[in-house]
């Protein structure tokens, strides 16, 4: 099983700014976890940039991933099936419930619950 994915970090290249750090950390059948991959970007996060990390290390000798879970980034599946044709790709449940709270109100419209003690 492969998880990547990019966070922000702050990096100091004569300034200080925010940089992508792109992540793939994988777990063997044996369940080791070793981090794979560290890449600090430039801009944001792309599906043709992900494809070329990913081919990096299949050619670093990354072999038989079963599983890659990722954000939902659009083409991130056509980039995974590119490298690795039979790899699974699934997307994490927190980007799902992060991305569904966007169509929920921040406020409940009825009144809280009042608990009742004997």
């Avoid at 560290?38 to 991933?65: F, H, I, S």
């Avoid at 099936?81 to 929920?104: D, F």
Wanted: proline share 3%.
């Amino acid at each position: 099983m492969v998880f990547i994915d990019a966070l922000m970090m702050r990096i100091r290249q004569g300034q200080v700014a925010n940089r992508p750090v792109y992540v793939v950390v994988g777990i063997s059948l044996d369940g080791e976890r070793d981090v794979l991959g560290m890449w600090a970007g430039t801009g944001g996060e792309g599906a043709k940039q992900w494809a070329g990390y990913l081919t990096e290390l299949r050619n670093r000798g990354v072999e038989d991933v079963f599983v890659v879970c990722s954000d939902g980034l659009k083409g991130m599946t056509d980039a995974i099936e590119q490298v690795w044709p039979r790899a699974v790709h699934q997307q994490r449940v927190v980007h799902l419930v992060r991305a569904s709270l966007r169509y929920t109100n921040r406020r409940s419209s009825s009144t809280p619950p009042t608990s009742s003690r004997a």
